[in-house]
T-cell receptor, first 111, second 115 residues
Framework: GESVGLHLPTLSVQEGDNSIINCAYS??????FIWYKQESGKGPQFIID?????DKRQGQRVTVLLNKTVKHLSLQIAATQPGDSAVYFC??????????FGAGTRLFVKA | DTEVTQTPKHLVMGMTNKKSLKCEQH?????MYWYKQKAKKPPELMFV???????INESVPSRFSPECPNSSLLNLHLHALQPEDSALYLC??????????????FGPGTRLTVL
């Protein structure tokens, strides 16, 4: 079946370094992709999104890249801070309202 | 205001109890969602309401009964749950845009424990 997956379950980075979290998706018909951050005890928090007619989108300290050729999505966090420590989920939207989440990557930021 | 609120934050119930989870948003969003999240797993979609009508039910057991009294409120009625239903229940909302999906905003969730 269709799935959204992540290459790495955990990522540990030094404070101040850049972080890259990767995600693969399998449904070429998906047209909307989202990155969420989930801190312990909280609900997922929207970070950034991208539609399939784009290949790059930038936010504050975050950039999402979409490579439709290889069905790959990445989240880049610049100058990673301790407050960035969380689980990051990529998600793709299929069939209208249904959003499917990937397995998640836990980001550890070392001070 | 981009806040989705959920009550209660924590709920412990027995398998014979009836309880309800509540969700509220005042962003004028017309789509609302219930998700279930087990520990160390991603959220799994349960139900979607669009314009106060149920549009998606992901084959959820009937012991979970959703209700959308109005465009700002979403309830999840629980009855005769099983211990494996223990999880974090997340509510989300989005501005329903015809033919295209908008960002979903999530509440903090209700941590449910079924004894």
């Amino acid at each position: 079946g269709e799935s959204v997956g992540l290459h790495l379950p955990t990522l540990s980075v030094q404070e101040g370094d850049n972080s890259i979290i990767n995600c693969a998706y399998s449904n070429s018909a998906s047209d909307y992709f989202i990155w969420y951050k989930q801190e312990s005890g909280k609900g997922p928090q929207f970070i950034i999104d991208i539609r399939s007619n784009m290949d790059k989108r930038q936010g504050q300290r975050v950039t999402v890249l979409l490579n439709k050729t290889v069905k790959h999505l990445s989240l880049q966090i610049a100058a990673t801070q301790p407050g960035d420590s969380a689980v990051y989920f990529c998600a793709e939207n299929q069939r209208g309202f249904k959003t499917i989440f990937g397995a998640g990557t836990r980001l550890f930021v070392k001070a | 205001d981009t806040e989705v609120t959920q009550t209660p934050k924590h709920l412990v119930m027995g398998m014979t109890n009836k309880k309800s989870l509540k969700c509220e948003q005042h962003m004028g969003h017309r789509a609302m969602y219930w998700y279930k999240q087990k520990a160390k797993k991603p959220p799994e979609l349960m139900f979607v309401y669009s314009y106060e009508k149920l549009s998606i039910n992901e084959s959820v057991p009937s012991r979970f009964s959703p209700e959308c009294p109005n465009s700002s409120l979403l309830n999840l009625h629980l009855h005769a749950l099983q211990p494996e239903d223990s999880a974090l229940y997340l509510c989300a909302s989005s501005q329903e845009t015809s033919g295209f999906t908008d960002t979903q905003y999530f509440g903090p969730g209700t941590r449910l424990t079924v004894l």
